[in-house]
């Protein structure tokens, strides 16, 4: 059984697509901040959005760490050739028009929200 159905149909008929997600934390205390935080995410104007990405593309080949007050601390290090994707939340046709991939057709909302694959 094909477990992501849904990509193979955008890629099959070069569509543009739109996802929303909204994954809450199993803890309940987390919840209001992670609530906070998306809403805070969909108010961000796409060529914001377009502007980080474009210094985060800076850093391919680049090792990094991150750091935070609750103890996270870790580096990795970003591959020359990491592709990254464009999701501003701007689903024109203009900005797929050279997609190189389903995920470059596809955008999520809320844009630019850290994702694996």
């Not at 090792?63 to 024109?92: L, S, W, Y």
């Amino acid at each position: 059984m094909d477990d992501q159905p849904f990509e193979h149909l955008v890629e099959a008929s070069r569509v543009r697509s739109i996802r929303f997600h909204w994954f809450l934390p199993p803890d309940a205390p987390d919840v209001p901040l992670i609530e906070t935080m998306y809403q805070r995410a969909i108010e961000i104007e796409p060529a914001e959005i377009a502007r980080r990405i474009a210094v985060i593309e800076k850093g391919r080949g680049a090792t990094v760490r991150v750091t935070a007050p609750n103890g996270t601390d870790f580096t990795c290090k970003i591959p020359q050739n990491a592709h990254m994707h464009r999701n501003t939340g701007e689903a024109t046709k203009e900005k797929v028009r050279d997609a190189g991939s389903v995920r470059d057709r596809e955008e999520e909302l809320p844009a630019a929200r850290t994702k694996h694959h």
